[in-house]
């Protein structure tokens, strides 16, 4: 196990060193700079600032200082924003999306699990149809049409729920994670579904029947782990996606998570801000992959070798 | 009814139909089997693929894909095993009867340990502890002469090979000491060199335990070695029944003979090549009338087509279906 680990935080490391590199590059090639705007920045003015930002210098020589600084956890000064460092600006915004995401990551799994079992035991069922259809609705219909539905809804015509924004309040969190989660939901349920279906036709099901068991215990004890398997692989990615925020979840129920940034640093050329946000999601992808490849070999011992 | 009748019948199969309902209509897999199976008995069942004889077993387990449909009766300890509902059936699979299946390498689950699989019965069915069960599983693994047995208990399947796999599934099925085993191909799927050691294993502890076991398998060498008595099978009907070693020694019907006919063998002189019967086994679909092995008899007279022969007793214990063989008894 250990030695599972140090392999994987060094390739981790490697992996974040060859994204760190290829952003740093791809995004300097991409046409504009922070400072290109239509107002007229006189030269001597554009020329000062862009020394403040060393932006002035080679490529490879910026490109050493932001991975010296990098190495010592600094990040860099965000260029939108000013006097707020990179660090700063990730570091306020993650609590809510990280909250509002775990807790999204959670209702999608044990909701889409569950349908999913259900509809795989009952095929063809009303709970299976019902499970068939949430699942066309999540992942057919944008998140931006159900969000707003949800709003005028929920908050506005039942007025159970508040539209949006951030209180102290457990029910400002409810939309925003059910929004979040549905599309997750729909997925899962699905997965969970045909992966519970095809695990049932198992020679090792039958032997199971075989044994006077009982169906249920056939079920929960023996077809279980066959029909979760595929929701754990997909579970790694997806929540190094989901709890990093997503900008139409925070711009439609006014939340301020780190998801916008994602957009708007890129839009706005804030280049320290790119290289952050870019940093953070790659992290997280590397540490709930490892996470879910753990989950998966306790699961599954075949892959405990490899 | 069944022309041989047994008094002290184990198992009682009668008028066993088994249909398996699919796009291009219905097939029928089993067609009118009836047989009696003794306490301790070896009957061995005998078939090309496709003679529905795994689906006989099925039937008995409850174990029929979903679209399979069985009519007829099953007496198992005076209770119909085919009228049963599945909750019922639990109380009989895995205690008095068990089953043994073909593909050691996918018949058992690749996520649990293997002395938990077997212990699980004994858990579920004689309400032992985890540590007795499992002291019992390490037991039965070791008489199915697994090295190592306490330890290899904890050892998932992936870390066997067909063989020893095979072991731990007669080990599983054994270790509720059931009065009947169902064995489906057990040594299809092994080695050459594995399936004598397998079939000497299981033939032992079932006589130590006065098991009875319908045997269904395509390999003659090991039903003549094995088995007491033994059903032929073809297109899903009973072609011949009788006593081992008379059968094996003069076959009475003409499927029988050229299956016989069509078994290698070492020790006879080396024929240039390898015997066969002529034309395909027939492939399920519409009913025809008359005898499914028609097609393919050399002996074949007009009545073979239009009229299915029916069971007759040929010599004490043995039957024989076949318009031919009907006049010479």
């Not at chain 1, 700063?88 to 999204?104: F, K, N």
């Not at chain 1, 045909?194 to 929960?220: D, Q, S």
């Amino acid at each position: 196990m250990l030695r599972f680990l140090t392999t994987r935080a060094g390739d981790g490391i490697l992996t974040l060193a060859a994204l760190v590199t290829l952003t740093f590059f791809v995004m300097r090639l991409a046409p504009g700079g922070p400072f290109s705007s239509n107002r007229k920045i006189s030269p001597d003015i554009l020329a000062n600032i862009e020394a403040t930002y060393h932006l002035d210098e080679p490529l490879l020589q910026q490109f050493l200082r932001y991975v010296w600084g990098v190495v010592r956890f600094d990040f860099g000064p965000s260029i939108r924003f000013r006097d707020y460092s990179v660090a700063d600006i990730l570091i306020s915004g993650l609590p809510y999306s990280l909250t509002i995401g775990l807790w999204a990551v959670l209702v999608a799994t044990v909701t889409g699990v569950t349908l999913g079992i259900l509809g795989a035991l009952k095929r063809n069922s009303i709970i299976d149809y019902s499970a068939g259809v949430i699942a066309v609705i999540g992942i057919a219909v944008p998140i931006f049409v159900l969000a707003p539905l949800m709003q005028v809804y929920f908050a506005l015509t039942l007025r159970w729920l508040p539209v949006g924004g951030w209180g102290d309040s457990w029910r400002n969190l409810v939309l925003p994670i059910v929004a979040l989660s549905l599309p997750n939901i729909a997925y899962i349920s699905r997965l969970t579904r045909a992966a519970m279906i095809e695990t049932l036709r198992e020679n090792y099901i039958r032997t199971a029947m075989a044994k006077g068991i009982g169906g249920r215990r056939v079920v929960w004890n023996h077809a279980l782990t066959g029909a979760v398997l595929p929701v754990v692989a997909y579970l790694g990615p997806a929540t190094a996606a989901i709890i990093t925020g997503s900008i139409v979840i925070e711009t439609i129920f006014a939340l301020p998570g780190i998801g916008r940034h994602f957009v708007d640093a890129a839009l706005n050329r804030d280049y320290p801000l790119v290289m952050g946000i870019t940093i953070l999601y790659g992290g997280f992808l590397i540490v709930f992959n490892t996470l879910a490849d753990i989950l998966r070999g306790w699961l599954d011992p075949r892959v405990r070798n490899e | 009814m069944p022309l041989i009748q047994m008094t002290d019948s184990l198992l009682r199969v009668r008028d066993l139909v088994v249909q398996f309902r699919l796009p291009e209509g219905d097939v029928t897999a089993v067609d009118n089997v009836s047989f009696d199976v003794a306490p301790g008995e070896v009957l061995g069942i005998v078939g090309e693929s496709g003679s529905g004889k795994s689906q006989i077993l099925f039937s008995l387990m409850g174990l029929l894909a979903g679209n399979g449909r069985v009519s007829g009766a099953a007496h198992f300890a005076g209770q119909d095993l085919l009228a049963m509902p599945p909750r019922a059936l639990d109380q009989v699979r895995g205690v008095a009867m068990s089953m043994i299946f073909q593909d050691p390498m996918t018949s058992l689950s690749p996520y649990k340990r293997v002395g938990d699989q077997l212990a699980e019965g004994l858990i579920v069915h004689k309400g032992l502890s985890r540590r007795e069960a499992g002291r019992e599983a390490g037991r039965m693994l070791d008489r199915v002469r697994i090295p190592d047995a306490a330890r290899r208990a904890r050892s998932y399947p992936h870390e066997f090979s067909g063989g020893m796999r095979q072991r731990v599934m007669i080990a599983m099925a054994l270790l509720v000491k059931p009065q009947l085993l169902l064995a489906d191909e057990p040594t299809t799927a092994l080695d050459v060199t594995i399936q004598a050691q397998i079939i000497d294993i299981l033939a032992e502890l079932a006589r130590e335990m006065g098991t009875a076991i319908i045997f269904v398998t395509h390999d003659l060498g090991v039903v003549a070695r094995l088995c007491d008595r033994v059903i032929v099978l073809y297109g899903g009907r009973i072609m011949e029944e009788g006593p081992a070693a008379p059968l094996f020694a003069a076959p009475a019907h003409p499927y029988a003979k050229g299956l016989l006919h069509a078994t290698p063998r070492i020790a006879a002189p080396l024929s240039p090549r390898l015997e066969t019967i002529a034309g395909t086994p027939r492939a399920g679909g519409a009913m025809l009338p008359g005898c499914p092995f028609a097609s393919r008899c050399d002996q074949r007279i007009d009545i073979c087509q239009t009229a299915q022969p029916p069971l007759k007793v040929i010599a004490p214990g043995r039957l024989s279906a076949c318009h031919l063989t009907g006049n010479a008894a």
